[in-house]
């Protein structure tokens, strides 16, 4: 059963640290997608990549947020450093470019900074 | 003004009552949309997509307005596990984009 496998799934961490979160997208998807959750603002899109390329890091904070695809099975996404109000469940995502083809969640990385 | 956009609610119905959503968006050259549904602290999962036509999948109903920007979700038959948070969503046309509404939470009441 194939599925988007995000790493850790809960991060507790102190303000100032680095953070790195992990994705592995389905095999042959080719776009990934990271989205963070809070209760406030719902799913926000950060950023992300068609065939590994960034096609938008609008949504991301740029002095403290990374994202990149190294290969095509990881997605990383990188905060440095982390602040409290960067907690909320981060979810990474991926499909097939065009059309209606869906996107599908991983089971998302809770962050708590302290 | 926000590009995917919501009735928050929540919305408390009682079970075998008949709930409607709605959603409008923002991107006249949006291509693509859906509804997922998202349970408390999962992941968000495709319920179906909408097409231009209005597709029906057993007791869920979906339609979309091009001209007036605008989507919809009718639920027949509520059943309790229908309990969860709607979450229309929208999809560019080249760019592959995927913007979420802030989501639209149902209870079902016993």
């Known amino acids: 059963d194939a599925r988007v496998t995000q790493t850790p799934r809960h991060k507790v961490t102190e303000m100032g640290q680095e953070v790195t979160m992990r994705c592995q997208p389905i095999l042959g998807h080719n776009t990934v997608f990271w989205y963070r959750q809070t209760m406030m603002q719902g799913l926000e899109l950060l950023a992300y990549f068609r065939n590994r390329a960034p096609l938008d890091d609008s949504g991301m904070p740029k002095d403290r947020f990374s994202a990149e695809m190294p290969d095509a099975t990881l997605a990383t996404l990188k905060i440095q450093p982390s602040e409290p109000r960067d907690s909320a469940v981060y979810f990474c995502a991926s499909g097939l470019e065009g059309g209606f083809t869906e996107a599908f969640f991983g089971q998302g990385t809770r962050l708590t900074v302290v | 003004r926000k590009e995917v956009e919501q009735d928050p609610g929540p919305f408390n119905v009682p079970e075998g009552a008949t709930v409607a959503f709605n959603c409008t968006y923002s991107n006249s050259a949006s291509q693509s949309f859906f509804w997922y549904r998202q349970d408390c602290r999962k992941e968000p999962k495709l319920l179906m997509s909408v097409y231009s036509s209005g597709n029906e999948d057993g007791r869920f109903t979906a339609q979309l307005n091009r001209a007036s920007q605008y989507i919809s979700l009718l639920i027949r038959d509520s059943k309790l596990s229908d309990s969860a948070t709607y979450l229309c969503?929208?999809?560019?046309?080249?760019?592959?984009?995927?913007?979420f509404g802030k989501g639209t939470r149902l209870h079902i009441l016993p």
């Open positions: 969503v929208v999809k560019g046309d080249r760019d592959d984009k995927i913007i």
